[in-house]
């Protein structure tokens, strides 16, 4: 399984930019399927995730209200859309398949497989 995040750059505050997640293999369907942020020398932040049904959507406090997330299981894609972003949405954003099913969507841990990441800044 191989994931491949894209669509990074910089940005100005207020304004918006949508990553994609690109995965390899035929069970992409089966999985949920999240997105985490890190900023260098502190901890890999849940930012949000989505079950593999596409019914159920999570968010970490920064990002709700301001981002969704979304997938296309007939690309084996996922999306994050980020609108209104902020100086503080700078970080490396990761994508990552949710191989436990019975663990938390918000807990890395929960993840099995990780994209390389896409880096986001956000200048004010």
């Known amino acids: 399984v191989q994931l491949q995040a894209s669509g990074g750059g910089s940005v100005q505050a207020g304004g918006s930019l949508r990553l994609s997640c690109a995965v390899s293999?035929?069970?992409?369907?089966?999985?949920?399927m999240g997105w985490f942020r890190q900023v260098p020398g502190e901890e890999r932040e849940f930012v949000a995730a989505?079950?593999?049904?596409?019914?159920?959507?999570y968010y970490g406090v920064p990002a709700k209200g301001r981002f969704t997330i979304s997938r296309e299981n007939v690309k084996n894609t996922v999306y994050l859309q980020m609108n209104s972003l902020k100086p503080e949405d700078t970080a490396v954003y990761y994508c990552?398949?949710?191989?436990?099913?019975?663990?938390?969507?918000?807990?890395?841990?929960?993840?099995?497989?990780w994209g390389q990441g896409t880096e986001v800044t956000v200048s004010s």
């Open positions: 293999g035929r069970t992409f369907s089966s999985y949920g």
């Open positions: 990552a398949r949710r191989g436990d099913y019975s663990g938390s969507f918000f807990d890395r841990a929960s993840y099995d497989y």
């Open positions: 989505i079950s593999w049904s596409d019914t159920s959507t």
